[in-house]
């Protein structure tokens, strides 16, 4: 079974406006992370975001924020203030237990074209 | 923040030549390092878990002799691709997790392999 689900087409957004990447997760360890990477066309991973399990408040840095409905099983990324720069494929992970050396789930990814 | 980095950025070569990847921590410790192969427009595939001072663990259907990984200090790891083949470019892209645990996996900026 799949363990993130990112199914939303690619996305044309607006420069400054927020748009909204979805997120689902499926796992029965209580205790995990979820993870939000951003991947322009040069190629690297860059970390947006970390949520994990138990932090009762969601998520913020900078212009991301991350919409974490634990019931829902869903991780969302809020970009605010979209930028040129934002134009990349953004991908949600999820490591499941919350020590490191456990391995990375990725969803397929994202893709956001921001527009003038 | 954290920093991996991953060498060569590109690499062409000639089918039947071996190409050695290298992933360093620059500055934190990683017992662990990850390996992951992305194809265009896909998700990272992960290839293998290197661990410092043992073998690798390498997810099915990853050939161990195709893909050589040696974790040989807290700081570095390597990909040997071995005997390369055209079937065998792709994006290769390393993570690095600090030992203390509890943080996001650090990416190296990836290698794009071409075999002639």
């Known amino acids: 079974a799949q363990k993130i689900t990112q199914t939303q087409p690619g996305m044309f957004v607006q420069e400054k406006e927020a748009v909204t990447l979805d997120c689902t997760y499926d796992?029965?360890?209580?205790?995990?992370?979820l993870f939000w990477y951003k991947q322009p066309s040069s190629g690297e991973m860059i970390f947006l975001i970390y949520?994990?399990?138990?932090?009762?408040q969601n998520a913020t840095e900078g212009r991301y924020s991350l919409n974490f409905q634990k019931a829902r099983k869903s991780a969302n990324l809020v970009i605010s203030a979209s930028q040129l720069g934002d134009s990349a494929m953004y991908f949600c992970a999820m490591r499941e237990g919350l020590r490191g050396n456990n391995r990375l789930a990725f969803g397929k990814g994202n893709q956001v074209v921001v527009i003038p | 923040g954290a920093v991996v980095s991953q060498h060569p950025s590109r690499v062409i070569c000639k089918s039947g030549t071996s190409v050695k990847i290298e992933c360093r921590s620059l500055?934190?410790?990683?017992?662990?390092m990850f390996w992951y192969r992305q194809f265009p427009k896909q998700s990272l595939m992960l290839m293998a878990t290197s661990n410092e001072g043992s073998k690798a663990t390498y997810e099915q259907g990853v050939e161990k002799d195709k893909f050589l990984i040696n974790h040989a200090s807290l700081t570095l790891s390597t990909l040997t691709v071995t005997s390369a083949h055209p079937e065998d470019s792709s994006f290769y892209i390393c993570?690095?997790?600090?030992?203390?645990?509890?943080?996001?996996?650090?990416f190296g900026d990836g290698t794009r392999l071409s075999i002639l």
């Open positions: 993570s690095a997790e600090d030992r203390r645990g509890n943080q996001p996996q650090h």
């Open positions: 796992t029965s360890d209580p205790s995990y992370g």
């Open positions: 949520q994990g399990s138990y932090d009762q």
């Open positions: 500055d934190f410790q990683a017992t662990t």
